[in-house]
């Protein structure tokens, strides 16, 4: 299964960063990609209005640049993983946007900080424009621990193809990395119209429908773990109260679970979506504290301001 082509894996210097590739290696060999490392560098420009330019210096920031990614490479190389080394000058945010925009990577996987630290925010600049401008997938992984591996993978279902289509990622993960695989799926109760209470009426359509929601998906759950079933994969599935809050009890569930890597679609079932991702994915990466792959499934043509129709990658 070969998915991602290629892997960019972009590299600050930090430890923080270099955790990434405790799982972007394993993804790797699972589904045979390379493994793009790039580190990017300040442009001559930066540096001239900090001070008279020097190009001695910058010679060295380039030399200390590639010297820093050799080590990352030794490590790909006993992985068994084949990679490339790449130094970029200019802004990161803007060097890594436009690198996915050339199609060359189905995936890119960074830290949601890098040697800026955390701050306040889940979400640092460089990933933030990431996540809202690269039309590639993106793994995003929060600071882990030496020993980190994948055991548990939690993949949101909602009945779309989307998200099927995750899933089918997902499953291919479990097996290959001999990983649990949990199911969730987030049951909302209907929103009343307007500020007054509602009657028993309403209170009985609303029972009914979730009911009903809950039975179907239950139902495609069993259907998948039946489709799935010759694979040595122990699958669970579990429904969740949700409350309006869908991806805030996506990630509750993710975390209370110990999850070491979340799978879900860039869209759900709003198939008119014309952004890169939908509010659920979008709320849940701004939070998210365990290791989240986010799969895009659509793409935008060169010179439009909007992207195009969503469309499968089978």
């Given at each position: 299964m070969n998915m991602f082509r290629r892997i960019l894996v972009p590299l600050d210097g930090s430890q923080t960063a270099e955790a990434v590739l405790r799982l972007a290696v394993p993804i790797a060999r699972a589904v045979g990609s390379s493994v793009e490392l790039l580190h990017v560098i300040p442009?001559?420009?930066?540096?001239?209005?900090?001070?008279?330019?020097?190009?001695?210096?910058?010679?060295?920031?380039?030399?200390?640049?590639?010297?820093?990614?050799?080590?990352?490479?030794?490590?790909?190389?006993?992985?068994?993983?084949?990679?490339?080394?790449?130094?970029?000058?200019?802004?990161?945010?803007?060097?890594?946007?436009?690198?996915?925009?050339?199609?060359?990577?189905?995936?890119?996987?960074?830290?949601?900080?890098?040697?800026?630290?955390?701050?306040?925010?889940?979400?640092?600049?460089?990933?933030?424009?990431?996540?809202?401008?690269?039309?590639?997938?993106?793994?995003?992984?929060?600071?882990?621990?030496?020993?980190?591996r994948v055991r548990r993978i939690v993949v949101p279902v909602d009945g779309s193809p989307r998200a099927e289509w995750a899933m089918d990622l997902a499953f291919h993960l479990a097996d290959s990395l001999r990983a649990e695989l949990q199911l969730v799926h987030a049951l909302v109760r209907p929103n009343r119209f307007g500020i007054l209470p509602g009657d028993q009426e309403q209170d009985e359509v609303s029972r009914h429908f979730c009911q009903?929601?809950?039975?179907?998906?239950?139902?495609?759950?069993?259907?998948?773990?039946?489709?799935?079933?010759?694979?040595?994969?122990?699958?669970?599935?579990?429904i969740l109260e949700a409350n309006g809050d869908v991806s805030g009890r996506l990630l509750e569930d993710a975390e209370a679970s110990g999850a070491d890597l979340v799978v879900l679609s860039a869209h759900g079932h709003d198939e008119s979506v014309g952004w890169r991702l939908g509010a659920v994915p979008l709320r849940f990466l701004l939070a998210a504290t365990v290791p989240t792959l986010l799969m895009q499934d659509f793409t935008k043509p060169k010179g439009s301001a909007r992207p195009d129709a969503p469309h499968l990658n089978r």
């Open positions: 442009d001559r420009k930066s540096l001239a209005r900090m001070g008279p330019e020097d190009p001695l210096d910058w010679r060295m920031s380039s030399r200390r640049a590639h010297e820093y990614l050799a080590g990352p490479a030794r490590m790909l190389a006993e992985a068994g993983v084949a990679s490339e080394s790449r130094i970029e000058e200019g802004g990161p945010a803007e060097i890594i946007v436009r690198i996915l925009q050339s199609g060359e990577h189905g995936l890119v996987a960074m830290t949601p900080h890098g040697r800026g630290g955390t701050g306040e925010l889940s979400l640092g600049c460089t990933a933030g424009a990431v996540l809202l401008h690269a039309p590639s997938s993106l793994l995003l992984v929060p600071p882990l621990p030496d020993d980190a009903a929601n809950r039975t179907a998906a239950v139902r495609f759950m069993a259907q998948l773990q039946d489709r799935h079933s010759p694979r040595d994969i122990r699958i669970e599935g579990r």
